[in-house]
């Protein structure tokens, strides 16, 4: 199988943790924090928001612990001293990028034998090694050999197979939207597959998205198959959208384009929480993005261009009394203006 207008990425292995894969934005996160702890600059407000970080998901705790196993033995060695020998610039002065990198072969040290092969059957390793993938904030289009075309959005992997039966995408992680091709090839079935179960196209344009236990499909021409794993098909019409698990299907909902506004680098506000906007917003933007409690039932409404969420972050106190505060570059919240 083979696609054109594609621009691959290398692909690279994954960060480990104690034998555990986890994701690059949190190796990444996790690589700021020890450059920062080391550096001697850091405040007792910054250490505070480090524990925060560390407590926040149960991988940001893996991969630091990880680290304090690896460097345990330049505890006795003064900061800077120890930030030089763990790391092969000798001037901390360089670009963050390149001393996060260096940092980052932490998360590598010592994965081998079992652990590293059990991790392979993770979701963030599939997503790793999958035959298209998009990192936190790009997307890419793709068109296969049958001229269907493709759009992956923020986050998301894909495995395409294509034999003589049928035509199959497997959807790893994150959302895509589909144009079926027009060809001879259109004889075999053309599916997607996710955790949940399979999609099939009847001559149509959609999009699938792979939630946490659930695949949401939207259909906007035409119409699809849902066939949950453990449960009966049904038909998907033009302008109706679903979310299935293994087991049944959701509510039948209406949608139009704007739920693909994400594919014109848009995301559209339409009454929203501002909770609700911070979630979806966090998919495109690498770090920690959180919402006070205070501030979270605000609703609001506009569009916004989707290729820059620092200006996205810097347009919201226009509209609601808010104030974001930027703890780090992968610490934003937001709260209620003073």
């Not at 079935?189 to 099939?200: L, N, S, Y």
């Not at 106190?317 to 937001?334: A, M």
């Amino acid at each position: 199988m083979t696609a054109i207008n594609v621009t691959a990425n290398p692909k690279k292995a994954a960060p480990l943790a104690s034998g555990r894969v986890i994701s690059d934005d949190t190796a990444n996160v996790a690589a700021d924090w020890l450059t920062l702890l080391m550096s001697g600059d850091a405040t007792d407000a910054d250490r505070e928001r480090w524990q925060q970080w560390r407590k926040a998901q149960p991988d940001n705790e893996l991969a630091w612990q990880h680290i304090e196993a690896v460097t345990g033995r330049f505890r006795s060695l003064p900061a800077q001293a120890a930030y030089q020998s763990l790391s092969p610039l000798a001037n901390p002065a360089l670009a963050a990028p390149q001393r996060r990198k260096a940092i980052r072969t932490l998360l590598w040290f010592g994965a081998v034998g079992v652990a590293g092969t059990l991790a392979t059957r993770t979701q963030t390793w599939q997503q790793t090694v999958a035959d298209y993938r998009t990192a936190t904030g790009e997307q890419r289009s793709l068109t296969l050999d049958d001229g269907t075309r493709i759009t992956l959005n923020t986050a998301s992997a894909i495995n395409v197979r294509f034999d003589q039966q049928r035509r199959l995408v497997r959807l790893v992680a994150g959302e895509m939207m589909i144009v079926t091709g027009h060809s001879a090839a259109e004889e075999r079935p053309f599916i997607i597959e996710t955790a949940e179960g399979a999609v099939r196209a009847l001559g149509t344009e959609f999009t699938v998205r792979q939630r946490q236990g659930s695949t949401t499909a939207t259909v906007l021409e035409s119409k699809v198959e849902i066939t949950p794993a453990h449960a009966s098909s049904y038909l998907l019409n033009a302008g109706e959208g679903i979310t299935f698990t293994r087991d049944g299907l959701g509510e039948l909902v209406s949608v139009d384009r704007q739920s693909t506004a994400w594919t014109r680098q848009q995301i559209i506000a339409d009454n929203v929480r501002l909770a609700d906007f911070v979630s979806e917003l966090s998919r495109y933007r690498v770090g920690v993005m959180l919402c006070d409690p205070a501030v979270a039932e605000l609703r609001f409404s506009g569009v916004f261009p989707l290729g820059d969420t620092d200006r996205i972050l810097a347009m919201l106190p226009n509209t609601l009394p808010i104030q974001v505060r930027l703890r780090t570059r992968y610490w934003v919240t937001l709260e209620a203006a003073t």
